[in-house]
């Protein structure tokens, strides 16, 4: 067959990146029997995503029956909260029994090469197309008032028509802004990640973590020794035979950081407390993200005429220094918004007014509604950011070398400058009530 | 009006040389999580047979041989431009070396009743550079290999290629059918269509030929090979002795030392 | 403070050793650049040098002329947009695929 | 095809190219590893030349070792064509059965190896860098580079015959000229004439670009010449080599692409390499990491170049190389310039 057929209007449904948000958002709309093209930058859905880190995994559970052969690395078994001054570490680590029995809470390591191109999988096996190597360049504008009406691709012959266009391009999103329906974020909304994967033997892996068989843990680092003076922390994960290790803080706090971020990993790595997991092993892949991390704030508009936004394109990440989550809210934004482009087109209308249900629906789900209870972090650790990453930790450490002294003075004597110490650093029982009653918001 | 030509383009999957990857414990080659790409040199005998058919007029068949899934390199030249394409595919072709493979591409070419058969310069994986020579002398055919530039010339049935040899360049002029080899790096690949590509991963199918169909089924196989890997191992890179001089003189004094200068 | 506790090693390798890890498809035009050049002139911050994570945006040699792109190094996170105070930093994807492909992510 | 007795054929046969009565380096080389093979199976060392008037090239073999030499005469064997070369060549092994067939991997002997491998079913091993003979068995180990040279395979033709190998210039060392030497030479009938020829040479250009794969020192320019080759050209005549370029270079258009050294260029094996302004990417690496002696000189120290060189010189190479080049001429004895 000679002559090429032309596509325009053949999909009902364009989605910009086959990543977690865009292969739900394809999945969903292919179970409603939409055409849906998904067109994916990468050479492999997966090849231009990086992620710390945990996929939880409610959703996908919901969307697909049979999770036996995805391809996930461990199920988190530990998780470890460390509070890093220079050389000390004060660590909180659970380990809870049910979280070793399935669904193992939803919370699964994996490498993104390998289960975004998995998942993907499953929305073409449900009827999807995807196209791969093709970058969106420009959404398609027709009319006086510009409805959008498809998408440029940086391919020869490269625009392609289409009523809906779900934009799940991550977090670097260049066609959403580029089409106006969204401002770039501000430096201090935004996390520049850096991570190292290094490979090791499984047994290895599995001595240093105190693990068996196919669990992991997952740590989190915060404080000076972390990243220095900067509003993020650290990370190791562990995958069957690579740890992935990283820092992630403000792009805000990395403007004229006398250490580049390469650099704070290397830092990092050294800790006393970080070193004896991380030493040896072989680098196997050295990688970077940017992370929107504004809170409910910096939430686009969701919905526009003929076209909606998802994922990290919509800022849909939670981080309020112990919840880091992303995933779960891309996966979950993909499936509402899938259910409202199906629902729209039912009723042969593509306006922002028909595509409405999904910003609603998001709204009542647990995305938005966690994004505005703790929309209050983010201000809150930086205008706190001396105390919580400087000060806290190393009072902590004074506290614990006093309380835990070993010497022949009476235990009374070292509680008491214990206590001391911790009063002094948090401004007295005022300050600390203070600091309690701002904190109580993460417990509540 | 003189007539059109059918041109044939041999295309190959190979396992992305950059996943390739050598266990430096034990030395052995890791193919297995390597994807399945299209062999590099071939892109530039996909263009090549384009710019043939823009200048001459006429259809090209994208032929290759392996599993059910090398389909997907036939897929490849059809986003970019081929009109069709042919899976040799059959587990009789198993273990093959150039002798039968050549063998199978000369019996497709035949079939095809081809003018012009076009390959890459050589495949990353094996790179003997032999298979577009073992068509041509299956077949009888004339040749012209390590081609920089292709010049048709429909009106005497012949195909001018400038080769590239050491010290220089020929022209040769070459009765049809021909086998041609493009030398990789020779032009500029182009970027397959968006609608193009999206046809060709969903709406097209090969046709599919087994060693049977071509007459071939006792004359394929590693029973008729050759050639056998006798063994694999890890080429031991060079040492270097990654010494940063100071000065010039310290460095004429060590190539006096090699007896350089 | 206590001196530097007994710690292991740890690999901390270079920038160039960190990307040769990497698998890196060329794309011979650079996808960054700069609006104008003369908001680079007049800059003092260099905060597209000091976020980059893999040394693409680089002022060594000029330190107060137009930064020299490294485009071959990029990890593709963005990062230098967002840190420019003057917005002046061009950012398009490789084109066609090419740039970084990740295999863990 | 019946299937051959390979104790029917004898004989190591190494083929000697040649072009308008001049013979390629490469064929030297192989007749020198031709004979080692040949002594260490204990068997006679055959040399073929095909041309119009190659009777001095014969001579050149018996003095370079063979112990025989084939010889076709006849205009149609010039200028070469691969289908009167490979039909004469396959008839010769159908009639005299030799056991190994060694031929030079330039383009020439790349082109119509097959011609003679598919017609007499041999096993033919490309492009190799090692050969040796299997010491219980006496068959032919042909070693090659494979995956861009991250691994070598070893080739074996058990049971079919002659084993073929053509094999590249620069890897082994041709044998001296022994003046006197005796050995037989023999004309051979010429069994091809123009119906087996489907082509014809229209032109032959060689000699205008120098070929730089043969050079003994080579000296390249990369992206950090900035458009003035000067400094490299005067680094190569202070150490009589050829000037080579990286990709960037040529394509910037500050050299010609048959100087380009990489993956998509030329592969050189000299026994110096001096790479200026090269930062070293892999691609470059591929063309250049069998020189025996690698010098870089570039300003940027983390270049990836200093890793792949025996000797470095960081600095800004318009002063490296004028000083360099002087600090050479001076050494040799040879007036400075400057």
């Not at chain 1, 659970?94 to 090469?113: K, Q």
């Not at chain 2, 295309?11 to 994807?35: C, F, H, M, Y």
């Amino acid at each position: 067959m000679t002559e090429t057929p032309d596509y325009d209007d053949q999909f009902d449904a364009i989605v910009v990146g086959a990543g977690l948000a865009g292969s739900a958002s394809a999945l969903t709309m292919a179970r409603e029997d939409l055409d849906v093209l998904m067109i994916e930058r990468g050479s492999y859905p997966g090849a231009k995503n990086v992620f710390g880190g945990v996929l939880f995994t409610p959703t996908i559970r919901e969307l697909v029956e049979d999770l036996d052969d995805a391809p996930f690395e461990r199920y988190v078994s530990e998780k470890k909260f460390s509070l890093l001054s220079e050389q000390d570490e004060t660590a909180l680590s659970i380990r809870p029994g049910a979280w070793h029995e399935e669904p193992h809470n939803d919370s699964f390591t994996v490498l993104r090469g390998d289960f975004d191109e998995w998942f993907a999988d499953q929305a073409v096996e449900a009827g999807a197309t995807l196209v791969t190597e093709t970058t969106v360049t420009d959404l398609l504008r027709e009319g006086g008032d510009g409805k959008i009406v498809g998408v440029e691709t940086d391919r020869p012959d490269g625009t392609i028509k289409a009523p809906i266009v779900v934009l799940a391009e991550g977090g670097n999103s260049l066609v959403s802004e580029g089409a106006g329906l969204k401002d770039p974020d501000e430096a201090e909304h935004v996390a520049v990640a850096a991570k190292e994967v290094r490979r090791y033997d499984r047994d290895t892996i599995e001595e240093r973590f105190n693990l068996y068989d196919d669990d992991g843990v997952a740590y989190h680092y915060f404080g000076e020794g972390a990243c220095g003076d900067a509003v993020g922390g650290g990370f190791i994960y562990t995958n069957k035979r690579t740890l992935a290790i990283g820092v992630a803080y403000r792009i805000s706090d990395a403007r004229d950081n006398p250490r580049k971020p390469d650099e704070v990993i290397n830092d990092f790595k050294q800790h006393p407390a970080v070193a004896p997991l991380v030493r040896d092993g072989r680098l196997v892949e050295y990688s970077a993200k940017a992370i929107p991390e504004g809170g409910a704030d910096a939430v686009p508009d969701l919905v526009h005429d003929g076209a909606v936004l998802v994922g990290d394109t919509a800022g849909l990440v939670l981080n309020n220094g112990i919840h880091l989550e992303g995933t779960n809210m891309a996966v979950e934004s993909g499936y509402w918004a899938g259910k409202a482009v199906a629902d729209a087109l039912e009723r042969g209308r593509t306006d922002a007014g028909a595509l409405q249900p999904y910003a609603e629906n998001l709204e009542d789900s647990f995305v938005l509604r966690n994004l505005e209870h703790y929309n209050w972090f983010g201000d809150f650790a930086a205008k706190e950011k001396e105390f919580l990453f400087s000060e806290l930790p190393q009072a902590l450490t004074q506290a614990e070398l006093e309380y835990f002294k070993m010497d022949r003075e009476p235990k009374q004597k070292h509680v008491k400058r214990a206590k001391q110490l911790l009063l002094e650093a948090t401004g007295g029982w005022t300050g600390a009530a203070k600091r309690a009653w701002k904190f109580r918001r993460l417990l509540t | 009006m003189t007539r059109e030509w059918n041109i044939v383009v041999c295309v190959k999957q190979v396992p992305d040389a950059d996943d390739v990857s050598i266990d430096p414990e034990t030395g052995t080659l890791n193919r297995s999580d390597a994807a399945a790409v299209l062999n590099r040199p071939d892109f530039n005998a996909i263009e090549a047979a384009l710019e043939l058919k823009e200048a001459v007029g006429g259809t090209i068949t994208a032929v290759t041989m392996g599993p059910p899934f090398a389909r997907a390199v036939l897929e490849t030249a059809v986003g970019l431009g081929a009109d069709d394409g042919a899976l040799l595919t059959d587990r009789a072709f198993g273990g093959s070396d150039t002798w039968p493979t050549s063998l199978a591409l000369a019996r497709i070419s035949e079939e095809l009743d081809a003018d012009v058969v076009i390959c890459g310069e050589e495949s990353t994986d094996s790179s003997t550079g032999q298979v577009p020579p073992g068509i041509a002398a299956h077949n009888g055919w004339s040749q012209l290999t390590y081609v920089e530039e292709l010049e048709p010339d429909p009106d005497n049935d012949e195909l001018i290629g400038v080769r590239d040899i050491e010290g220089g360049h020929e022209k040769v002029a070459a009765g049809l059918p021909v086998v041609v080899a493009i030398e990789f790096g020779a032009n500029e690949p182009r970027v397959a269509g968006l609608h193009r590509k999206i046809f060709s991963e969903t709406e097209f199918e090969p046709t599919e030929y087994t060693a049977a169909d071509l007459g071939i089924e006792d004359q394929v196989g590693l029973a008729n090979s050759p050639t056998s890997v006798g063994g694999m191992d890890t080429a031991d890179p060079v040492e270097r002795k990654k010494q940063v001089l100071d000065s010039i003189d310290e460095l004429v004094e060590a190539l006096q030392e090699e007896g350089v200068v | 403070m206590s001196a530097n506790p007994k710690t292991p090693d740890v690999d901390t390798p270079s920038i160039e050793d960190r990307l040769y890890a990497n698998k890196y498809t060329d794309h011979e035009e650079s996808h960054l650049g700069v609006e104008t050049e003369d908001t680079c002139l007049d800059c003092e911050v260099y905060d597209c040098v000091s976020v980059c994570p893999a040394n693409v945006w680089r002022n060594e040699q000029d330190p107060d002329g137009v930064p020299m792109i490294a485009y071959e190094n990029c990890l593709e996170c963005g990062s230098c947009r967002w840190a420019c105070p003057y917005g002046n930093v061009t950012w398009e994807y490789p084109p066609n695929g090419s740039g970084m492909t990740y295999k863990f992510g | 095809m019946a299937d051959v007795d390979p104790d029917d054929y004898e004989g190591v046969w190494v083929f000697i190219e040649q072009h308008d009565g001049e013979a390629a380096k490469v064929s030297w080389e192989l007749l020198a590893e031709g004979r080692v093979l040949a002594d260490k199976k204990d068997d006679r060392l055959i040399a073929l030349v095909m041309g119009e008037d190659v009777s001095h090239i014969a001579e050149e073999a018996i003095e370079r070792g063979a112990d025989e030499v084939l010889v076709a005469e006849d205009p149609i064997f010039e200028p070469y064509l691969p289908e009167p070369y490979g039909e004469q060549f396959r008839h010769l092994v159908e009639a005299r059965k030799p056991d190994i067939v060694l031929i030079g991997g330039s383009h020439t002997g790349r082109d119509f190896a097959g011609r003679v491998a598919v017609p007499t079913k041999a096993g033919l091993t490309a492009d190799c860098t090692e050969l040796d003979i299997e010491p219980d068995t006496g068959l032919l180990l042909a070693k090659r580079p494979t995956f861009g040279g991250d691994a070598m395979a070893t080739i074996k033709c058990t049971t079919h015959r002659p084993q073929m190998a053509t094999v590249r210039g620069g890897v082994f060392d041709a044998a001296e000229r022994e003046p006197g030497r005796e050995g037989e030479i023999q004309s051979v009938e010429v069994v091809v004439d123009e119906s087996h020829v489907h082509s014809r040479v229209i032109e032959r250009v060689v000699g205008e670009v120098t070929d730089i794969t043969d050079a003994d020192v080579v000296v390249a320019g990369g992206y950090g010449m900035d458009g003035d080759f000067g400094p490299v050209e005067d680094l190569a005549d202070a150490l009589d080599g050829e000037v080579a370029a990286s990709r960037e270079a040529v394509e910037e258009g500050w050299a010609e692409a048959a100087r380009q050294v990489g993956q998509t260029g030329k592969t050189v094996r000299p026994t110096l390499y001096v790479a200026v302004g090269i930062s070293g990417a892999i691609q470059h690496l591929e063309g250049m990491n069998d020189s025996e002696i690698v010098v870089a000189i570039n300003s940027d120290e983390n270049a990836p170049i200093f890793e792949n060189a025996d000797y470095g010189i960081v600095g800004d190479l318009f002063e490296v190389c004028p000083a360099l080049a002087d600090a050479i001429r001076a050494a040799k004895g040879e007036e400075v310039t400057q």
